[in-house]
């Protein structure tokens, strides 16, 4: 089994919609996909339906990551196979939605300051209906040829944590994600933990302080993390307790990475679907996973 465990769609900063993310999800050999846009679940009903019209077996793994902070330092929660309407964790992730709008604002202000000629409407039209972000204006500057990809707009000179155009929003303690998503019978894995190019990575004593509040994973194969810190994180892991998974983080042709291109033991997956309880695994067309 090919199991991936973080992808993006136009409901939050990929490029595929959910329907595409699915069909291409099938076409590159996957037989589990997780769908975890960025504090939304609004692709997940069409994800869903795309699913029926599969000439090959997939399954669908419905999440979100979800923005959090603590002591300062930004990062990321994946939450799989949680209940959408849970009230608390549904609020939450609202908030972080509302959000998104006046700190993308700020960033292409703050952009402006310093010389570079963006414009709100051209990052607005990137993003078209999916909820704007830091990727949405990478991408502009990429178009008006300030940064040649993406990731080089994820810098200390630009977009990274605490770069000159960075701007905070509302974000989750991510002790509190831990907790709200518990109670929405979700699993939760801390994603790429250590990927140091995005900014600044909180210590592995918060790690650990996660994982006795009751996190399930890390997420280790990432293409953000080198074989060391790979080595690194598995040694934590085992000493922890915790799942480590495998990811692509596809967000479609705003990043390089390919479906699949880092993936989940089969085993750690089947553990991730036993720990939940808030929803299940969406089998396509004979799937029976």
């Not at 077996?57 to 994946?78: I, N, P, Q, W």
């Not at 200390?156 to 709200?180: C, S, T």
């Not at 080595?231 to 692509?248: F, I, K, N």
């Amino acid at each position: 089994m090919r199991i991936d465990l973080h992808t993006h769609s136009t409901a939050s900063d990929g490029t595929d919609t959910p329907a595409e993310l699915v069909r291409n999800a099938a076409a590159a050999g996957l037989d589990v996909v997780a769908l975890t846009d960025h504090d939304s679940t609004r692709g997940h009903a069409q994800a869903i339906a795309a699913l029926r019209d599969l000439d090959r077996d997939l399954t669908l793994v419905t999440g979100a990551e979800l923005s959090c902070r603590v002591d300062g330092v930004g990062l990321h929660m994946l939450a799989y196979l949680f209940d959408p309407d849970e009230p608390e964790l549904a609020r939450e992730r609202e908030l972080v939605r509302d959000d998104r709008v006046p700190r993308a604002r700020g960033m292409v202000a703050k952009l402006q300051e310093m010389g570079v000629p963006v414009e709100w409407e051209h990052v607005a039209r990137i993003a078209g209906d999916g909820s704007v972000g830091r990727p949405h204006i990478a991408s502009a500057l990429v178009e008006l040829g300030v940064v040649p990809t993406v990731s080089d707009a994820f810098t200390a000179d630009w977009l990274a944590n605490d770069g000159r155009a960075y701007v905070d929003k509302h974000e989750l303690d991510p002790f509190d994600a831990i907790r709200l998503v518990k109670a929405a019978g979700g699993v939760t894995v801390f994603a790429h933990p250590l990927a140091v190019k995005r900014g600044r990575t909180v210590p592995e004593s918060v790690i650990a302080d996660l994982a006795a509040a009751g996190l399930d994973g890390v997420e280790v194969d990432h293409t953000d993390h080198d074989g060391p810190t790979r080595a690194r994180l598995r040694g934590l892991a085992a000493e922890l307790g915790l799942l480590t998974t495998g990811s692509s983080d596809y967000h479609g042709s705003r990043k390089t990475v390919r479906l699949g291109e880092c993936t989940t033991d089969p085993e750690i997956y089947g553990e991730i679907t036993r720990r939940a309880t808030g929803a299940f695994p969406v089998p396509g067309a004979g799937g029976t996973r």
